[in-house]
């Protein structure tokens, strides 16, 4: 359950981020490749060496689909409708993942942030995350 | 045994060389308390915990994060031997505190958040990998004795 002030503070840290998309997504990818190795298994057809472009890339696309559903949080389902359906019948990841690539992204926020990743800032981004994963992962089965 | 190479060893010394052990537990155990507020039952005892204001300012959270993280400390100055070091810990948590042992992994992702924030692009992907694996040692040791 997100507040409305969870609402707009959610809102404002993903504008922040959008300026430097690239930068946000390839480093939240590039730590959990780094601390979960079995999450490299899914891109085995991409080169996801630090910096390499398909890795800024692809970093950039997550990001902005992120700040997307921060734009458009009481209709996540419609919004990422099209996200949902690519991650159930086409990328198949096992479930387990979307936390452990959650947890990436908080890691990544809280290096970038500092002090400004407040313990309320925190909560509100980890509680978007869960709620925007769960919506990928709706049409798993 | 937990195989720990020089690279890991030095990255876990040097973070934890780099953090205020009188601060850091504090505000992650306080941080764990708001974002799962589930984890508050174990604290009953401890006054308000109402908002994350109250958590922020409680003293006996303050308190206790300090016990933590020099706990915490114990496994890094015992890092082959995390599992014997925490045995009687681990008895603590099950049969005294009745802690479900799920909620270790989650202050020690706060913890990692924490830390993150302080040392921001020093903590870098590769010395985020060695802490956590430390970590994940410790949340395990402290799992080991439940039955």
Known sequence: MLSNTEKELIVQIWDKMLPVAEDIGSEALLRMFTTFPKTKTYFSHLDISPRSEHLCCHGKKIVQALAEGARNISTLTTTLAPLSRFHAYQLRIHPTNFKIFNHCILVTLACHMGENFTPVAHAAIDKFLSAFSAVLAEKFR | ?147
């Open chain 2, 1 to 147: 045994m937990v195989k720990w190479t020089d690279a890991e060893r030095k990255a876990i010394k040097a973070v934890w060389g780099k953090m205020n052990v009188d601060v850091i537990g504090s505000q992650a155990l306080a941080r764990c308390l708001i974002v799962y507020p589930w984890t508050q039952r174990y604290f009953d005892s401890f006054g308000s915990l109402s908002d994350a204001a109250s958590i922020m300012a409680n003293k006996k959270v303050a308190a206790h994060g300090k016990v933590v993280l020099n706990g915490l400390g114990r496994a890094v100055q015992n890092m082959d031997d995390i599992k014997n070091t925490y045995a009687p810990l681990s008895v603590l948590h099950s049969e005294k505190l009745h802690v479900d042992p799920d909620n270790f992994r989650l202050l020690g992702d706060c913890l990692t958040i924490v830390v993150a924030s302080q040392l921001g692009r020093a903590f870098t992907p590769d010395i985020q990998a060695a802490w956590q694996k430390f970590l994940a040692v410790v949340v395990s040791a402290l799992g080991k004795q439940y039955h």
